[in-house]
């Protein structure tokens, strides 16, 4: 009897053993203050580019640009982001995430304040090129310390803070900047546009700690993760070899995560491209327009952080499913003939479901991405971000002269095939699952991941 106990014990003991340990970080609150201070430097930065949004294009006509001129410069903005964002990523796994942040800021600083000194629409249109490689030096190395600095269960939740910031940004920039320029004129509303660049470039360099590992020194593996790793070896033999280098940024999973991205991102090139005209076609008045953007954003920005926890407890398939579905529906009727006042209404449910499919797809990011590539991985992301929003605004523009509602009506044929496409077994089974007793991601890719219930711009 006494040896019958002693093998109930041994078995209780190897079973408690083989369980996954939850590393004592993912258990500590999500509100550090390293985390608040780096929101709070984007949510400061964000301000400065909300200031210029609405600027660039109204002053480029004021210094006698051609609307072709003006559409170059969104798209000479979009490409070159796009071409910088893998070599940023390097650099930002090279150097540290900080390093890259402060340094993006204070180029972007510099490049807002020389629209004060430029009047040539050619130089407009370079002057937009270099500004788009300083606002990818932003988002990518933000995103990834926001990685570094937030618990592994609690990432979704973590970037949907950060998403909140962004978007506080873009809510009142807009408002101010167009305030400033009416009362003041283009020029002095550049130069006070830059300030909350410097701010944020400075509280970077200056308050925010280092990324873990960086200038290629690798940060010690936590215990749990050692004692876990090595159960599994003596239970399971010894562990796959892990992916390095470039083929790590392209496995199955992070392909998905991209492509859905640049899908994600067709409503923002859409929107960029030819919101401001289709509204105006409806008979809006420019209050209304304006009206139409802050109802979008502030719920997108009071809700990212709720939708990424809920997609941190509960998964990651069932928000970006029926967020892609939700988007195909409300594209739809953006493009029927509807009145101003319902495209206002409309757009705030499209706040709603931006905020819980952006932090669901960022979280994804953080669970697939490798641990010692977070800065390429958030790159990779935002080039596929940009990529999608390039295609879409120049397709918009076409399909817009054809009839103002196409845009809208294509964009809603692509989210229905993706969402039909997102159903078949192949791509359910490349969400990881997700642990109802812990929320930790267990990568056994056998099901989609489950859920009770972002935009990032």
């Not at 892990?242 to 929107?271: D, E, H, K, M, N």
């Not at 719920?299 to 407890?313: E, V």
């Amino acid at each position: 009897m006494s040896s019958l106990f002693a093998r109930l014990r041994g078995r209780k003991a190897a079973a408690t053993a083989a369980q996954p340990v939850e590393p004592r970080q993912s258990r500590q609150s999500i509100y550090t203050p390293a985390i608040l201070l780096l929101a709070l430097t984007v949510g400061i930065s964000y301000l400065g580019l909300g200031f210029v949004m609405p600027l660039r294009a109204l002053y480029s006509q004021q210094v006698g640009a051609t609307s072709g001129e003006v559409g170059l410069m969104a798209s000479s903005a979009l490409l070159t982001g796009f071409l910088a964002a893998p070599p940023i990523g390097w650099l930002t796994d090279r150097f540290g995430a900080r390093t890259i942040l402060w340094l993006g800021l204070l180029a972007h600083a510099v490049l807002v304040l020389s629209y004060a000194f430029v009047q040539n629409p050619v130089a407009l249109i370079g002057l937009r090129a270099l500004e788009g490689i300083a606002i990818t030096g932003v988002l990518p190395p933000s995103r990834a310390l926001m990685n570094a600095l937030a618990p592994s269960t609690r990432q979704g939740e973590a970037l949907g803070i950060l998403g909140s910031a962004q978007m506080v940004g873009i809510l009142l920039g807009p408002a101010l900047g167009t305030l400033l320029a009416n009362q003041v004129g283009y020029l002095p509303a550049f130069v006070v546009a830059c300030v909350p660049l410097f701010i944020g470039a400075f509280s970077a360099r200056l308050m925010l700690p280092r990324q873990a590992g960086q200038g290629g020194r690798k940060s010690p593996q936590p215990a749990a993760a050692v004692a876990q790793e090595a159960t599994t070896t003596a239970t399971q033999g010894a562990p796959l070899p892990r992916r390095s280098g470039w083929r790590a940024q392209f496995t199955p999973q992070l392909w998905l995560v991209y492509a859905l991205a640049a899908i994600l991102y067709v409503t923002q090139g859409t929107i960029t491209a030819i919101w401001s005209l289709y509204m105006v076609a409806r008979g809006s008045s420019l209050p209304v327009l304006g009206l139409s953007y802050t109802t979008y954003a502030l719920p997108a920005m009071l809700l990212a952080p709720l939708t990424g926890r809920l997609s941190d407890r509960h998964g990651r398939y069932w928000p970006i499913l029926g967020g892609f579905v939700c988007y195909a529906v409300i594209y739809f009727i953006f493009g029927l003939p509807v009145s101003p006042f319902w495209l206002v209404v409309i757009s705030a449910i499209e706040g709603i479901i931006a905020a819980a499919v952006s932090s669901a797809l960022s979280g994804l990011l953080a669970d697939v991405m490798p641990k010692e590539g977070q800065g390429k991985a958030q790159a990779n992301y935002s080039a596929a971000t940009t990529l999608g929003a390039l295609l879409s605004a120049t397709a918009a523009g076409y399909l817009y002269g054809i009839s103002p509602g196409a845009p809208f009506i294509a964009s809603s044929a692509i989210f229905v095939l993706v969402s039909v496409a997102l159903c078949l077994p192949p791509l359910v089974r490349l969400f990881p699952a997700r642990g109802r007793s812990t929320g930790a991601s267990v990568q056994s890719g056998n099901g989609a991941d489950e859920m009770a219930n972002e935009l990032v711009s």
